[in-house]
């Protein structure tokens, strides 16, 4: 099981969940069961997420390895100037 | 609208060409004589990435006429180096960091020439000063300033 | 690829060499957008609009198409329809179809074989417009019964009995926010306002389109970013992106606004339709009018603080705009506000409305500068209320190691509280001030990025090294990939060229944004270097006959690897080199990644101003920039960011805005009317780099292009209100604003 926290616009999709419990060993797999247990998540991962793994911003890391425990924070997908 | 044969000096150079009444000098520069050096960054005199002398007079050449150069002797950035070697400016500009995307730097080279040959020792304010019709965007003046006065501090014989 | 190691010594990285491109760019032979030309090439001209806001009724080009010398006329019914919405809406800018949005939308377009003839054919269009209610503030747009710009572009999570131009809203934060007002001795809560700033780049969007018969096109542009504008232009086009080469020029000024086409797909079509090369190049009126400045923005902030100076809670609200069409640069501002602290309780709401305006790009640190302006400043008037330093008390709040961000993320190595302890030890924090004068300190955050990434490196039988890279350089980058380069392969500076290859040769390439270059390519730089270096190993041990893994690379050379690998001289990169050919052929290396662990950057400015009590007139006497560099790869190209970022916030605090008449056009469409900051504005700008390494790059690197234009606009803000005694709520501030203020309105 892996801890993602929402931002807080999202909680409407989660019953109030600021915090949600997923399965899943990487990027991608915390994403689609994501999806697939709330699934008004969906269209916001659809359009583009990033996700911070202990600290580290990934954008599109499918095979980012997560270990249970770690720190995980559901961004909007990012950019610069 | 009927061209005109204008017969001009430029870095040097005797060179003739032919322009519409209403063309900017910088045009000519840049589309009938393939020097563009000098840049169009405003078209109106605000920026000063197209100055280039006329008769040794600073001007910004989307201002003037190509039919005004007539008997004019013209210097832009490209005959600012001689041969191999560049300016004292130019050189200084690259070891200060003076430019970052580097599209003002002809037009502040020529500008700060042109001082250089007014005024040999400017201070600091005057260099903002002169230099406050070449707009920069990336690099907020300071490097330029510093590389202007290193570059003078060497033509006066003092490096 | 995390940090090598901590304390590693280096030859190279560091030192401040010439850059390549110098010379070109002294003498006045750089190849910028506008300097790209073909044999047979037609010039290209924009018709626009001259409403904010207006049905398209009719196009008729007849008279323009029958002028001699006019070779192609386009307008938006052109281009066939693109299901991708994001690229749909780069392409609507690009030509109207149905609806102009904004003062300065493309309407039709002219390739003709003169400038003059294709001004002339612009001018002999005739558009018929049915004009529309037009909306130009935020804050207006998002009243109920505000005129719709686009219709049924709201996000899913958007409340419903909203007004159409709300298209997103986004919540950040954590804690009791109640609980942390409460503890609080001194609550305040201000609104602020940020006018939209343009990127004011010096070289107008540009570029030279050929499309051939056979269906391939090639296409020079000035552009942050080749690749993308391969991708989107061949959307557009309905070509395949195989099809379309574009090589970027030498580029003059970015800084987030040339991360999109404008001008390119146009082009591309005149080509198609006329079977000539067109160059199309945009004025400054059409550069202001018609491109994207940044978002503009109404902000509300609440902010707690005990008498000591501890922040107990904040609470903000940002409404930003994005111009005509959906913006999501809200969410990085509602996400860097509150980044630089330690807030026991937070929370950030942010909303985005549509507007009759041009369709915003990003610029330098998106988002960024509008929420943490709110934020500087309050903090600012809070510690002026309760009489504390505002040093001391952003120290007693700053973020560090494993301090629960605004954002979400816990902070792992930062520099928040190094560069501020650095601006309190300068000089400058405890030097005396004269009378109308004030000083101003602010702190700033930006995330920074990394991103899909290629490079390839050869060696040369000659010893030296090429390294082709995709991302056009805008302030010294290929001078920073060759020091790193030279730094792995151990090998001098000048032994190095860094070439910016165009779309056909490498892998795609990221934008040059998001402060990514020199970290992203850096790293895969260092990684392509290593793999050529393994080659050069592996052939040394074959010279040699012994293992490959007996084999190590130091300082330029193969050397074996211990006693017991053998006896041999070290053999020289030049040595293998020039064996190449004889021990298996070419070598080189390359490496194509998409990069994350970008480390985040703080920076901390102070701004000292004199104030003219009788014009309102703001002159910036002495300005101190501090940031966290992570590794400094080029140190002079690194201060050259920082004063340059400084001093595009300093623009934007006393001078730069987007100005709308209420008849919804830009009444300052020029560098007369929107005046950037000249030399004689401003002071030196001096500069402190510290270097706090990024364990996500191998030799400590950070991005450093954005986070300097984050601080400006409350460092000079907070300046300007201790320098006149009353506090200000707007950028930029005017000298008529300043008066007003002074006057107690």
Same mark, same amino acid.
């Given at each position: 099981?892996?801890?993602?926290?929402?931002?807080?616009?999202?909680?409407?999709?989660?019953?109030?969940?600021?915090?949600?419990?997923?399965?899943?060993?990487?990027?991608?797999?915390?994403?689609?069961?994501?999806?697939?247990?709330?699934?008004?998540?969906?269209?916001?991962?659809?359009?583009?997420?990033?996700?911070?793994?202990?600290?580290?911003?990934?954008?599109?890391?499918?095979?980012?390895?997560?270990?249970?425990?770690?720190?995980?924070?559901?961004?909007?997908?990012?950019?610069?100037? | 609208?009927?061209?005109?044969?204008?017969?001009?000096?430029?870095?040097?150079?005797? /060179?003739?060409? #032919?322009?519409?009444?209403?063309?900017?000098?910088?045009? =000519?520069?840049?589309?009938? #004589?393939?020097?563009?050096?000098?840049?169009?960054?405003?078209?109106?005199?605000?920026?000063?990435?197209?100055?280039?002398?006329?008769?040794?007079?600073?001007?910004?050449?989307?201002? /003037?006429?190509?039919?005004? =150069?007539?008997?004019?002797?013209?210097?832009?950035?490209?005959?600012?180096?001689?041969?191999?070697? #560049?300016?004292?400016?130019?050189?200084?500009?690259?070891?200060?960091?003076?430019?970052?995307?580097?599209?003002?730097?002809?037009?502040?080279? /020529?500008?700060?020439?042109? #001082?250089?040959?007014?005024?040999?020792?400017?201070?600091?304010?005057?260099?903002?000063?002169?230099?406050?019709?070449?707009?920069?965007?990336?690099?907020?003046?300071?490097?330029?300033?510093?590389? /202007?006065?290193?570059?003078?501090?060497?033509?006066?014989?003092?490096? | 690829?995390?940090?090598?190691?901590?304390?590693?010594?280096?030859?190279?990285? &560091?030192?401040?060499?010439?850059?390549?491109?110098?010379?070109?760019?002294?003498?006045?032979?750089?190849?910028?957008?506008?300097?790209?030309?073909?044999?047979?090439?037609?010039?290209?001209?924009?018709?626009?609009?001259?409403?904010?806001?207006?049905?398209?009724?009719?196009?008729?080009?007849?008279?323009?198409?029958?002028?001699?010398?006019? +070779?192609?006329?386009?307008?938006?019914?052109?281009?066939?329809?693109?299901?991708?919405?994001?690229?749909?809406?780069?392409?609507?800018?690009?030509?109207?179809?149905?609806?102009?949005?904004?003062?300065?939308?493309?309407?039709?377009?002219? !390739?003709?074989?003169?400038? !003059?003839?294709?001004?002339?054919?612009?001018?002999?269009?005739?558009?018929?417009?049915?004009?529309?209610?037009?909306?130009?503030?935020?804050?207006?747009?998002?009243?109920?019964?505000?005129?719709?710009?686009?219709?049924?572009?709201?996000?899913?999570?958007?409340?419903?009995?909203?007004?159409?131009?709300?298209?997103?809203?986004?919540?950040?934060?954590?804690?009791?926010?109640?609980?942390?007002?409460?503890?609080?001795?001194?609550?305040?809560?201000?609104?602020?306002?940020?006018?939209?700033?343009?990127?004011?780049?010096?070289?107008?969007?540009?570029?030279?389109?050929?499309?051939?018969?056979?269906? +391939?096109?090639?296409?020079?542009?000035?552009?942050?970013?080749?690749? @993308?504008?391969?991708?989107?232009?061949?959307?557009?086009?309905?070509?395949?992106?195989?099809?379309?080469?574009?090589?970027?020029?030498?580029?003059?000024?970015?800084?987030?606004?040339?991360?999109?086409?404008?001008?390119?797909?146009?082009?591309?079509?005149?080509?198609?339709?006329?079977? +000539?090369?067109?160059?199309?190049? $945009?004025?400054?009126?059409?550069?202001?009018?018609?491109?994207?400045?940044?978002?503009?923005?109404?902000?509300?902030?609440?902010?707690? $603080?005990?008498?000591?100076?501890?922040?107990?809670?904040?609470?903000?609200?940002?409404?930003?705009?994005?111009?005509?069409?959906?913006?999501?640069?809200?969410? $990085?501002?509602?996400?860097?506000?509150?980044?630089?602290?330690?807030?026991?309780?937070?929370?950030?709401?942010?909303?985005?409305?549509?507007?009759?305006?041009?369709?915003?790009?990003?610029?330098?640190?998106?988002?960024?500068?509008?929420?943490?302006?709110?934020?500087?400043?309050?903090?600012?008037?809070?510690?002026?209320?309760?009489?504390?330093? *505002?040093?001391?008390?952003?120290?007693?709040?700053?973020?560090?190691?494993?301090?629960?961000?605004?954002?979400?993320?816990?902070?792992?190595?930062?520099?928040?509280?190094?560069?501020?302890?650095?601006?309190?030890?300068?000089?400058?924090?405890?030097?005396?001030?004269?009378?109308?004068?004030?000083?101003?300190?602010?702190?700033?955050?930006?995330?920074?990025?990394?991103?899909?990434?290629?490079?390839?490196?050869?060696?040369?039988?000659?010893?030296?090294?090429?390294?082709?890279?995709?991302?056009?350089? %805008?302030?010294?980058?290929?001078?920073?990939?060759?020091?790193?380069?030279?730094?792995?392969?151990?090998?001098?500076?000048?032994?190095?060229?860094?070439?910016?290859?165009?779309?056909?040769?490498?892998?795609?390439?990221?934008?040059?944004?998001?402060?990514?270059?020199?970290? !992203?390519?850096?790293?895969?730089?260092?990684?392509?270097?290593?793999?050529?270096?393994?080659?050069?190993?592996?052939?040394?041990?074959?010279?040699?006959?012994?293992?490959?893994?007996?084999?190590?690379?130091?300082?330029?050379?193969?050397?074996?690897?211990?006693?017991?690998?053998?006896? @041999?001289?070290?053999?020289?990169?030049?040595?293998?080199?020039?064996?190449? @050919?004889?021990?298996?052929?070419?070598?080189?290396?390359?490496?194509?990644?998409?990069?994350?662990?970008?480390?985040?950057? @703080?920076?901390?400015? %102070?701004?000292?101003?004199?104030?003219? *009590?009788?014009?309102?007139?703001?002159?910036?006497?002495?300005?101190?920039?501090?940031?966290?560099?992570?590794?400094?790869?080029?140190?002079?190209?690194?201060?050259?960011?920082?004063?340059?970022?400084?001093?595009?916030?300093?623009?934007?605090?006393?001078?730069?805005?987007?100005?709308? &008449?209420?008849?919804?056009?830009?009444?300052?469409?020029?560098?007369?009317?929107?005046?950037?900051?000249?030399?004689?504005?401003?002071?030196?700008?001096?500069?402190?780099?510290?270097?706090?390494?990024?364990?996500?790059?191998?030799?400590?690197?950070?991005?450093?292009?954005?986070?300097?234009?984050?601080?400006?606009?409350?460092?000079?803000?907070?300046?300007?209100?201790?320098?006149?005694?009353?506090?200000?709520?707007?950028?930029?501030?005017?000298?008529?604003?300043?008066?007003?203020?002074?006057?107690?309105?």
């Amino acid at each position: 099981m892996v801890k993602v926290r929402l931002w807080g616009t999202l909680r409407q999709w989660t019953d109030g969940q600021q915090d949600v419990d997923v399965e899943g060993q990487t990027f991608k797999q915390v994403l689609d069961n994501l999806s697939a247990a709330y699934p008004g998540l969906a269209p916001q991962i659809k359009r583009g997420v990033s996700l911070a793994v202990d600290g580290v911003i990934y954008r599109d890391a499918w095979f980012q390895p997560i270990a249970p425990g770690a720190e995980v924070v559901l961004m909007p997908f990012m950019k610069g100037g | 609208m009927k061209s005109i044969p204008v017969s001009t000096t430029i870095n040097g150079d005797p /060179v003739e060409f #032919l322009c519409t009444p209403d063309e900017p000098l910088l045009d =000519v520069l840049r589309n009938r #004589l393939g020097l563009t050096g000098a840049k169009e960054g405003c078209g109106t005199g605000d920026c000063g990435a197209c100055s280039v002398t006329v008769n040794g007079r600073l001007v910004c050449s989307c201002l /003037v006429l190509g039919v005004e =150069v007539e008997g004019a002797q013209i210097e832009t950035i490209e005959g600012m180096a001689h041969g191999e070697t #560049l300016h004292p400016l130019q050189r200084h500009f690259i070891e200060k960091a003076a430019l970052q995307c580097g599209v003002c730097t002809p037009g502040i080279l /020529v500008a700060a020439k042109s #001082l250089l040959e007014k005024n040999a020792s400017p201070t600091d304010e005057e260099v903002r000063y002169w230099l406050a019709g070449n707009l920069c965007r990336c690099t907020g003046y300071d490097k330029i300033i510093e590389a /202007v006065q290193s570059a003078a501090a060497e033509m006066r014989g003092e490096v | 690829m995390a940090l090598d190691d901590q304390k590693r010594a280096f030859k190279y990285v &560091g030192t401040t060499p010439n850059r390549p491109d110098g010379v070109d760019k002294v003498t006045g032979k750089a190849q910028y957008g506008a300097d790209i030309t073909a044999p047979g090439m037609l010039m290209g001209a924009v018709l626009r609009s001259p409403h904010p806001h207006a049905r398209i009724v009719s196009i008729d080009t007849s008279a323009a198409e029958a002028m001699p010398g006019v +070779r192609a006329v386009v307008t938006g019914k052109d281009f066939p329809a693109v299901e991708d919405q994001g690229f749909a809406d780069i392409g609507e800018t690009c030509m109207a179809r149905d609806k102009v949005l904004y003062d300065g939308h493309p309407v039709a377009a002219i !390739a003709a074989t003169t400038p !003059a003839i294709a001004k002339a054919a612009i001018r002999a269009i005739k558009v018929e417009y049915a004009p529309l209610p037009h909306v130009t503030d935020v804050d207006e747009a998002m009243l109920p019964d505000a005129p719709v710009v686009l219709e049924g572009r709201a996000l899913e999570h958007v409340p419903a009995g909203m007004s159409q131009n709300v298209t997103n809203t986004c919540e950040f934060g954590h804690g009791d926010l109640e609980a942390g007002f409460t503890k609080a001795d001194l609550i305040l809560e201000r609104s602020f306002k940020v006018g939209a700033a343009h990127q004011g780049y010096i070289e107008p969007n540009a570029c030279m389109a050929s499309y051939a018969a056979d269906g +391939r096109a090639d296409l020079y542009c000035c552009t942050q970013g080749h690749f @993308f504008v391969r991708a989107v232009c061949s959307a557009l086009m309905g070509m395949e992106a195989s099809q379309l080469r574009v090589t970027a020029s030498e580029i003059g000024g970015g800084f987030g606004g040339k991360t999109t086409v404008f001008v390119e797909p146009v082009a591309l079509m005149l080509s198609k339709k006329s079977g +000539r090369p067109v160059k199309l190049v $945009m004025t400054r009126d059409e550069v202001f009018k018609a491109t994207g400045p940044t978002v503009h923005a109404s902000v509300d902030c609440k902010i707690g $603080m005990t008498k000591d100076g501890r922040i107990t809670a904040g609470d903000m609200t940002l409404r930003y705009s994005g111009g005509a069409w959906p913006s999501g640069t809200i969410e $990085m501002g509602a996400q860097a506000g509150f980044a630089a602290y330690d807030m026991p309780a937070v929370r950030t709401l942010g909303w985005t409305a549509l507007t009759n305006r041009p369709k915003e790009i990003s610029y330098r640190a998106p988002g960024a500068p509008q929420a943490v302006y709110a934020v500087e400043s309050l903090i600012d008037e809070m510690c002026q209320q309760l009489g504390l330093d *505002p040093v001391e008390t952003r120290l007693k709040n700053a973020a560090r190691k494993g301090t629960l961000s605004s954002y979400g993320v816990t902070f792992d190595d930062i520099g928040m509280v190094a560069t501020l302890e650095a601006a309190k030890a300068h000089p400058h924090w405890s030097a005396p001030l004269g009378p109308n004068q004030g000083r101003g300190i602010a702190a700033g955050f930006w995330f920074n990025f990394g991103g899909n990434t290629c490079v390839s490196l050869n060696i040369n039988a000659d010893g030296t090294a090429s390294v082709t890279e995709g991302n056009p350089d %805008i302030g010294g980058s290929r001078a920073s990939i060759s020091l790193m380069a030279a730094e792995e392969l151990g090998i001098p500076y000048d032994n190095i060229r860094t070439i910016v290859a165009d779309t056909a040769s490498l892998g795609y390439n990221d934008n040059t944004d998001g402060s990514r270059v020199t970290f !992203a390519v850096g790293l895969a730089t260092i990684k392509a270097a290593r793999a050529a270096i393994k080659v050069m190993c592996d052939r040394a041990a074959a010279m040699w006959g012994i293992d490959a893994e007996a084999v190590e690379w130091i300082d330029g050379a193969a050397v074996p690897a211990g006693p017991n690998a053998g006896k @041999f001289p070290p053999m020289s990169l030049a040595e293998i080199a020039a064996m190449s @050919f004889q021990t298996g052929g070419p070598i080189a290396g390359h490496h194509e990644v998409n990069v994350d662990g970008a480390g985040v950057s @703080f920076g901390v400015h %102070i701004c000292d101003v004199e104030v003219d *009590p009788e014009t309102g007139h703001t002159l910036v006497t002495r300005y101190t920039v501090a940031q966290d560099a992570g590794k400094a790869v080029h140190p002079t190209y690194v201060e050259g960011q920082m004063q340059g970022g400084a001093v595009q916030g300093i623009g934007w605090a006393l001078n730069e805005e987007y100005i709308y &008449g209420r008849d919804g056009r830009l009444q300052n469409a020029g560098f007369l009317d929107y005046r950037i900051p000249v030399a004689s504005d401003l002071p030196k700008i001096d500069t402190v780099i510290l270097e706090i390494p990024n364990p996500g790059h191998p030799y400590g690197v950070r991005g450093v292009g954005e986070t300097p234009i984050v601080p400006p606009l409350a460092a000079v803000t907070n300046a300007v209100s201790r320098a006149i005694g009353k506090r200000m709520y707007q950028v930029p501030m005017s000298p008529p604003r300043i008066m007003t203020t002074i006057k107690g309105k």
